[in-house]
Nanobody, 121 residues
């Protein structure tokens, strides 16, 4: 069974920084891509940043230049460094993974439990 375990998040003032971590644990054959999504109250979930196994990276226009996604393949962990945070970044942030499990070699989408990021003005 594969799970995504998130850490980080919290309350920060505008202009501050936070770092999110997400570790994929369990029986894993390989990870195709991992990323971060967020959902603010009353809004749809949106992609923030994604990184593929080959290192390809995409960012939402709203976070370009402020957020950095990185990946430690040996630890099956993805990070999101968030700088120059704005109140509009306030949301629940979810880790996402497109992962091939080690037991059945099935490719599935996995989600973390979500972590709250609150940016005060």
């Amino acid at each position: 069974q594969v799970r995504l375990v998130e850490s980080g998040g919290g309350l920060v003032q505008a202009g501050g920084s936070l770092r999110l971590s997400c570790a994929a644990v369990g029986s894993i054959f390989s990870i195709n891509a991992m990323g971060w999504y967020r959902q603010a109250p009353g809004k749809q979930r949106e992609s923030v940043a994604t990184i593929t196994s080959g290192g390809g990276i995409n960012y939402a226009d709203s976070v370009k230049g402020r957020f950095t996604i990185s990946r430690d393949n040996a630890k099956n962990t993805v990070y999101l460094q968030m700088n120059s945070l704005k109140p509009e970044d306030t949301a629940v942030y979810y880790c996402h993974g497109n992962i091939i499990d080690g037991d059945y070699r099935w490719t599935r989408e996995y989600w973390g439990q979500g972590t709250q990021v609150t940016v005060s003005s």
